[in-house]
């Protein structure tokens, strides 16, 4: 998985709880993203972060919130978790070598909201 | 919003047969394509990309079309094997903001029968 790990793999929380979810990369890329999976549904983008303290919203960022204090870790944070929220997590990383977007996927986090 | 889609969601193909993975796609700014796989509970892995400046590229057993005319992307998998068997995405990107954003399809699984 290109040197990215995610934590907790697997995740039950119930409704109104904050949770936060953490990516890790060892390939010092600048740019992170987070995605979440539901089925029916291709990856939708959450928030990204193109630098340390730059980060920017995607197309689903509503309840979800991103902090990135060093370049090797990019934090997602559900403020109060809803059911709708139950979801497969998917961090990326990417170098934007050339201008063109290669992303690497970390092995996701399963996350249930009761 | 413009996006990427599918033809097919699903697709059965006997083991040494060859097997065709459609997309269309809709934004015709759109520069870079990139087809992901992903295993059941696992994250996508990259498999081949491709620029809008080009017709076609080959990968190892694999190759992908680009038809910019009627904006349709496609993925070969020659002598498909079992452990082809999985959930095919194609995804488009564009230049945006801060850092190119990818956006995805919703998926094809591809059976591979015996």
């Known amino acids: 998985d290109a040197g990215i790990t995610q934590s907790p793999r697997h995740k039950v929380t119930e409704t109104g709880t904050p949770v936060t979810l953490r990516c890790h990369q060892t390939?010092?890329?600048?740019?992170m993203y987070w995605y979440r999976q539901d089925p029916g549904h291709g990856l939708r983008l959450i928030h990204y972060?193109?630098?340390?303290?730059?980060?920017d919203k995607g197309e689903v960022s509503d309840g979800y919130s991103v902090s990135r204090s060093k370049t090797e870790d990019f934090l997602l944070t559900l403020e109060s978790a809803t059911s709708s929220q139950t979801s497969v997590y998917f961090c990326?990383?990417?170098?934007?070598?050339?201008?063109?977007?290669?992303?690497?996927f970390g092995p996701g986090t399963r996350l249930t909201v009761l | 919003g413009e996006s990427v889609g599918l033809h097919l969601p699903t697709l059965s193909v006997q083991e040494g047969d060859n097997s065709i993975i459609n997309c269309a796609y809709s934004?015709?700014?759109?520069?870079?394509f990139i087809w992901y796989k992903q295993e059941s509970g696992k994250g996508p892995q990259f498999i081949i990309d491709?620029?809008?400046?080009?017709d076609k590229r080959q990968g190892q057993r694999v190759t992908v079309l680009l038809n910019k005319t009627v904006k349709h992307l496609s993925l070969q998998i020659a002598a498909t094997q079992p452990g082809d068997s999985a959930v095919y995405f194609c995804?488009?990107?564009?230049?945006?903001?801060?850092?190119?954003?990818?956006?995805f399809g919703s998926g094809t699984q591809l059976t591979v029968l015996p």
């Open positions: 990326a990383i990417s170098d934007l070598a050339g201008d063109y977007n290669e992303q690497f």
């Open positions: 390939e010092n890329h600048r740019y």
């Open positions: 972060s193109y630098g340390v303290k730059d980060t």
């Open positions: 934004n015709s700014a759109s520069d870079y």
């Open positions: 491709i620029r809008s400046n080009m």
């Open positions: 995804a488009e990107n564009l230049a945006s903001g801060s850092a190119r954003q990818l956006t």
